[in-house]
């Protein structure tokens, strides 16, 4: 074989290699977005979410994205293009004027998320605690002395109360483990894995790789595992697709409203 074609297949050989690995991990991943894009949607205060409906119900049913994407970008300027919206105006047709072009980019951007992922769509997620409860945003607090983080929102009530699973999806983890006690990881058809942890008891009949139903009973509340000495509560917790956990907790108190 010439020289020159040995060259050019040293040369091409990674290159497929390299294109292979991209294919199969965009054919493989699952759906679900980055950090920075769920970082957003976990910041965004749930007051604001529940504004945001309230005044898109009069403009039209998409309405409410465009406006929480103004007001959760430009706060103290949004006023204008808001006032566009609820005269009728579609979303491509504002006038942007005295606005920046990289801030108007952030809108946009902002909006197609909302659109994308349904967390903040009326009727799309369940709280997953029905009965009595409370809970505060411990994400992030320490554990075990500062060696781990708090990685999720503790929902307390009463032992025995029912435990639902916050959204559609399949069963991918289930029974005990030594920190989350008896515990259920449903993959969502979001991509995301919602982790249900400190069951008092499983709901008979569930098994790894079942479907389950927004609001279909996982469990009842109880404190198991490393909860042994705290009151009866679910950890509820929140990975993305990528591997990183966020803060549930505005999450939670939307579904919490809409439920």
Known sequence: ?????????????????ILGMIAWAALHHPPGGTLNDWSYLASVPAPLVLQAHEEGKLISPGAWADILALRSTLPRNCGPLVAQLKEGMKFTGLNWAGIAKSDAKTVAY????????PVFQIGAYTFPVNGRHWYEDTF?????GGKRRHEGTDIFGSEGTPIVSACSGKIERLGWNRLGGERVGVRGDDGNYYY????????PGLQRGQRVARGETLGTMGHTGDALTTPDHLHFGIEIPDGHWINPYQFLRVWEENS
Do not use: D, F, N
Not at 1 to 14: A, Y
Not at 196 to 203: C, E, F, R, T, V
């Open 196 to 203: 249900y942890a400190h069951l008092q008891k499983i709901s």
């Open 1 to 17: 074989m010439p020289k020159t074609h040995r060259c050019r297949e040293i040369v091409l050989l990674p290159l497929l290699l």
């Open 140 to 144: 992030g607090a320490g554990r075990e």
């Open 110 to 117: 902002r909006r197609t998320l909302l659109l994308k992922y």
